[in-house]
Nanobody, 121 residues
C-alpha cells in the first residue's frame, strides 16, 4: 500500500506565503518524478510544478518566480513554497508521484487526497 499525504494548505491573504508538504509512504522501492498540480472549481487539473529525479524542474508560467518546488529524496517528500500568493492561486493542490513499489517492475502514477489553498482578504 502506498500513500501520498499533503499538508500545509489553508487560508492566506493576498501577497502572503504558504508552504505545502507531501510525504510518500508505504512499500516504495523508487520514486521518479514528484510534483504538484491544482484544480480550481470548474477548471481542469493543471500542472503547477514538477521535480524529476535527476532532471530539471519545470513550472507553470503563472507561478514562475513566485513558487519553488523542492524535494528530500531520503524522506520521500516534496515541498512547494508559495510566495506572493494571488486570489487566482485558490485551488485544491494535489501531490503527484511516479513511483515503483517493491516487487513491481514498472512505475505507476499516484495522487494525494488534495489540500485546499484559499487566497482571500
Amino acid at each position: 500500500q502506498v500513500q501520498l499525504v499533503e499538508s500545509g494548505g489553508g487560508l492566506v491573504q493576498p501577497g502572503g506565503p504558504l508552504r505545502l508538504s507531501c510525504v510518500a509512504s508505504g512499500s516504495i522501492a523508487s520514486i521518479a518524478d514528484m510534483g504538484w498540480y491544482r484544480q480550481a472549481p470548474g477548471n481542469q487539473r493543471e500542472l503547477v510544478a514538477r521535480f524529476p529525479r535527476g532532471g530539471s524542474v519545470n513550472y507553470a508560467d503563472s507561478v514562475k518566480g513566485r513558487f519553488t518546488i523542492s524535494r528530500d529524496n531520503a524522506k520521500n517528500t516534496v515541498f512547494l513554497q508559495m510566495n506572493s500568493l494571488k486570489p487566482e492561486d485558490t485551488a485544491v493542490y494535489y501531490c503527484n508521484a511516479q513511483l515503483r513499489r517493491y516487487g513491481s517492475a514498472s512505475y505507476e502514477n499516484y495522487w494525494g487526497q488534495g489540500t485546499q489553498v484559499t487566497v482571500s482578504s
